[in-house]
């Protein structure tokens, strides 16, 4: 059943129907088709408006509802704090572009892969959140930045030693004015403005 024009568990997304890549010549060289399988929804308290990063104490019911023929793919999933939540992001209606401006960046523009913007060649999403429980088929989970009804296309593990980098840096985000500002709005805090 569809809600509010959200597709169904369980449905195949054709998230790119044919990319072709071409030499100097013009020429096809290759063509690729892929149809990644939605193996569960997100259900938030969002239905108009979303934060643009996880809110890890955010009011709310937060959880990720599982299609039935994939709970095995669960067992010993409660056994981490934090999982990875891929997700595909339905309800871009803006026109793609290359470069974008992050709405908190002050009018900073970025190329769409330096970038968080959900206006991208594949609307993918990524979040990382905390895993308050598991029951059955469901991961009920800290704060999610991604509307009620958000097709769900993976769930990884995040692993402390694998996926925690001593040396990351903040990127372009680092030769901002006022960027401990900004690393608010990146974080998802509160904050005034």
């Known amino acids: 059943m569809e809600e509010h024009g959200v597709s169904r568990p369980g449905e195949i997304f054709k998230t790119q129907e044919i990319h072709k ?13 892929f149809e990644p399988k939605q193996i569960g929804v997100i259900r938030t308290p969002y239905t108009d408006n979303a934060p643009y990063q996880p809110v890890e104490e ?5 959880r990720i509802v599982v299609e039935p023929q994939y709970t095995d ?3 010993k999933l409660a056994k981490f704090r934090y999982i990875y939540v ?48 598991i029951i059955n088929n469901e991961i009920f989970t800290s704060g999610l ?9 993976d769930i990884k593990p995040y692993i402390k ?8 840096n903040n990127g372009w ?13 990146i974080k998802g805090i509160p904050h005034d403005y």
């Open 161 to 168: 030693d694998l996926d925690a980098k001593s040396d990351a």
């Open 73 to 75: 793919g669960l067992c």
């Open 86 to 133: 891929i997700y595909y992001i339905d309800r871009v209606k803006q026109e793609q572009s290359m470069i974008v401006s992050p709405p908190w960046a002050g009018g900073v523009k970025v190329g769409v892969f330096a970038s968080r913007s959900p206006v991208r060649p594949n609307h993918i999403g990524l979040s990382i959140v905390r895993i308050k429980r």
């Open 58 to 62: 955010d009011d709310g019911d937060f």
């Open 145 to 153: 930045d991604a509307f009620d009804g958000t097709p769900v296309l």
């Open 173 to 185: 985000i680092e030769e901002m004015d006022d960027h401990e500002h900004l690393h608010l709005h």
């Open 21 to 33: 890549l071409s030499n100097k010549n013009k020429q096809t060289e290759g063509i690729m088709c």
